[in-house]
């Protein structure tokens, strides 16, 4: 062994000692890392994201098929749920997801017999209606009609309903009208003769018809007193002579005012 060469120290593996890193060689190694982890993490975000949208696209198009059916629902009696359903496909013009159902709803309230409407999707492709039909109480006037909660209604037909009575006013007293009518044809439940109609004018003033035709001028006030009074009158003195009578005025204290029908009126009435 040469002499010129420096003895070697020679030590055990665990016992070397340990290598000293500097700051800037610190950061030079964890540099890498810090960049790129955000970069893998939203690139990866993105896929996911766009891998969604996609799926959820192609499920939005498998639903969104053309309508095939239309099914009405729901009690009618004066509706045809084929002709609703007909009249409702015909304004169908989107697939089902992009059908505006508020628009098919609106089509259906602007038909009178429809008191309200319930519009939803179903699958496969098909819309679903539930009708709630008007219940007609009362007719108003020649041609209108009053559902049970006084609303006023215009059907194309008016002449079918000649057993419902007939009532006239301001059509903001609707249902003051009805609660009116209901209360005076109370006293008329153990007479002869009933009532068919209540006309309220402007100025507050009654009037009543009978189903005999004959019209009663009952005015403002004491309504029922007056009523009761007219019952006992027509009992005792005029029911005999009913077909002759055209008008009754019982406006008065004590009494009441008789307008009789001539031979024309007869004839008409006849």
């Not at 890193?21 to 890498?32: F, H, I, N």
């Not at 059907?155 to 009116?180: F, I, S």
């Not at 004018?201 to 007219?230: M, P």
Request: aromatic share 8%.
């Amino acid at each position: 062994m040469s002499t010129g060469l420096q003895k070697l120290k020679v030590f055990d593996q665990k016992d070397l000692p340990k290598a000293q890193v500097t700051d800037e060689e610190m950061v030079a190694a964890s540099e890498p890392d810090w960049y790129w982890r955000p970069i893998i993490i939203l690139t990866a975000a993105f896929v996911f994201c766009a891998a969604m949208a996609s799926g959820y696209q192609r499920f939005i198009g498998w639903l969104d098929q053309p309508v095939s059916e239309v099914r009405v629902l729901g009690d009618t009696k004066y509706l045809n749920k084929t002709e609703v359903a007909t009249k409702l496909a015909a304004g169908i013009n989107a697939p089902l997801i992009h059908l505006d159902i508020s628009q098919l709803r609106e089509k259906l309230l602007e038909e009178p017999w429809v008191h309200a409407a319930q519009v939803r999707r179903e699958w496969p492709p098909a819309i679903e209606v539930v009708i709630d039909e008007q219940i007609p109480v009362a007719r108003w006037g020649d041609k209108g009609l009053l559902n049970h909660q006084g609303d006023i209604f215009w059907p194309e037909k008016g002449g079918e309903y000649k057993d419902l009575p007939v009532l006239k006013g301001p059509a903001t007293e609707t249902q003051y009208l009805m609660e009116q009518y209901h209360n005076l044809s109370v006293l008329f439940q153990e007479a002869d003769v009933r009532m068919v109609g209540l006309t309220m004018e402007a100025r507050g003033a009654w009037t009543l018809e009978l189903n005999n035709g004959i019209e009663v001028i009952v005015g403002r006030e004491h309504l029922r007193d007056r009523l009761k009074r007219f019952l006992q009158i027509y009992d005792q003195q005029l029911a005999a002579r009913a077909a002759d009578i055209e008008r009754v005025d019982i406006r008065y204290t004590n009494g009441a005012a008789v307008t009789w029908r001539t031979q024309d009126d007869k004839a008409k009435a006849g």
